[in-house]
């Protein structure tokens, strides 16, 4: 019990309240190794089954906020489950997967523990599950408004004609919106690329 109740105090701070001790229980019932880690622009999250005595796998970007991180825990076990079920055999985010991740994602919103922004956009997103939130750029702009880190923007969220910053220090001017992406310039070279709205960057 106090190895469970220390579990729940370290993870607590990286999930919604009430929500720590029924993600252990899962770690604790299917054998679940979980890492946080440093942000990765790639991947949220990810899972690897158990092999060669090794338990099963999961890692989650540290730096989510809880909302986030709850999800991505969520759609992570969904991939376990699923591959419990079928060792393989079906689509990484086919329809197996979709129907777990919901019944997964419904025992949580059962339980009121997303905010009703949150819960509308995780409505409609069950509509037609997504391979990731990142997939989903309605999902993902709402959970990003929970994010705690006060310097980092959304791509769409920054005026035409003013400047931002990657991640990899190139400085872009914020030329036009089209339909689905931004056009911007990168100030150094002159060169044009398209970014989605939800890349993340900073101001200049």
Known sequence: MALKEHEISMLAKFLPANTAEEVIDYMHS????L?????RRRILGDYRPAHNGKPHRISIN???NEYHFLITFLHELAHLLTFLNHQGRVNPHGQEWKN??????????????FPEDIEFA???????????????PFLYKVLHKYDHKTDVFLVEQIAIGDTFKTDKGQVFKMVEKRRTRFLC????TGKRYLFPSIYEVSKV
Do not use: Y
């Open 30 to 33: 299917h054998k679940i190794h």
């Open 35 to 39: 890492s946080i880690k440093k942000e």
């Open 62 to 64: 540290g730096n989510l």
């Open 100 to 113: 777990v991740f919901q019944i997964l994602l419904k025992r949580f919103q059962d339980k009121k523990v």
């Open 122 to 136: 995780l409505d409609k997103s069950m509509r037609n599950l997504a391979a990731s939130t990142c997939s989903d």
């Open 185 to 188: 310039e990168e100030v150094k």
